[in-house]
């Protein structure tokens, strides 16, 4: 069992920085690889960023490549989100995710199985 609690989101302005962070409660952290996720309101919960358990491998899609950078410390028991150059998109919850699967780095929901309760950021223009 893993508690998930993500913190840092706010309003911020178009270009501006902003980072956050997800605490984690589970000894095994290390054992896991982890994700960060957003949903606007209205749509679907879509993938952001990815690491693998060991901090060694990113994966991002490709809207935010080159201004978002995820991050881990595991000794810390912490996930980051270092986003930057902000794009005006309106408001989104941020969420971190756990997986113990493979295909982690594939960005599917259904392959991480315990979950944040959210961040909202907004960005505004």
């Known amino acids: 069992q893993m508690e998930l609690v993500e913190s840092g989101g706010g309003l911020v302005q178009a270009g501006d920085s902003l980072r956050l962070s997800c605490a984690a409660s589970?000894?095994?952290?290390?054992?896991?690889?982890m994700g960060w996720f957003r949903q606007a309101p209205g749509k679907e919960r879509e993938f952001v960023a990815a690491?693998?358990?060991?901090?060694?491998?990113?994966h991002y899609t490709d809207p935010v490549k080159g201004r978002f950078t995820i991050s881990r410390d595991n000794a810390k028991n912490a996930l980051y989100l270092q986003m930057n150059s902000l794009k005006p998109e309106g408001p989104a919850v941020y969420y971190c995710?756990?997986?113990?699967?493979?295909?982690?780095?594939?960005?599917?929901?259904?392959?991480?199985?315990?979950w944040g309760q959210g961040t909202q950021v907004t960005v505004s223009s």
């Open positions: 690491v693998n358990n060991l901090g060694g491998r990113t």
């Open positions: 589970a000894r095994t952290f290390s054992n896991y690889h």
């Open positions: 995710a756990a997986s113990l699967l493979r295909y982690y780095w594939q960005g599917r929901i259904s392959a991480f199985i315990y």
